[in-house]
Nanobody
Framework: QVQLVESGGGLVQSGGSLRLSCEFS????????MSWFRQAPGKGREFVAA????????NYADSVKGRFTISRDNAKNMVYVQMNSLKPEDTAVYYC??????????????????????WGQGIPVTVAS
């Protein structure tokens, strides 16, 4: 059964760092665009970051650019997001997502939650002020 499992969330002070990990149980990991989304209390799900099939290109929401770094390890079926300089407004449940997309349009399509086939269960991140 294909599934994504996130880990690494928790409570951190403002200005601190966390690294989230996500394992994707598929035999064709390198055919998927991998992304992170988040959902804050009372808000909709929003795009955080995405990375292409071999990890050579990534894109970010403006709100996290320069603070978050997405990466992947295709040998381990893992995707990560390193979150630095965390702010209270980063508090949310973070979701790992996977989708098959092809061509240059992936950069635009990867920002849309409805493009994704597989989702993790979500992991909470709380940033205390």
């Amino acid at each position: 059964q294909v599934q994504l499992v996130e880990s690494g969330g928790g409570l951190v002070q403002s200005g601190g760092s966390l690294r989230l990990s996500c394992e994707f149980s598929t035999r064709t990991f390198n055919t998927y665009i991998m992304s992170w989304f988040r959902q804050a209390p009372g808000k909709g799900r929003e795009f955080v970051a995405a990375i292409n099939w071999l990890g050579g290109t990534s894109n970010y929401a403006d709100s996290v650019k320069g603070r978050f770094t997405i990466s992947r390890d295709n040998a381990k079926n893992m995707v990560y997001v390193q979150m630095n300089s965390l702010k209270p407004e980063d508090t949310a449940v973070y979701y790992c997502a996977a989708a098959r997309m092809y061509g240059a349009s992936w950069s635009t399509r990867s920002r849309r939650a409805d493009e994704y086939t597989y989702w993790g269960q979500g992991i909470p991140v709380t940033v205390a002020s």
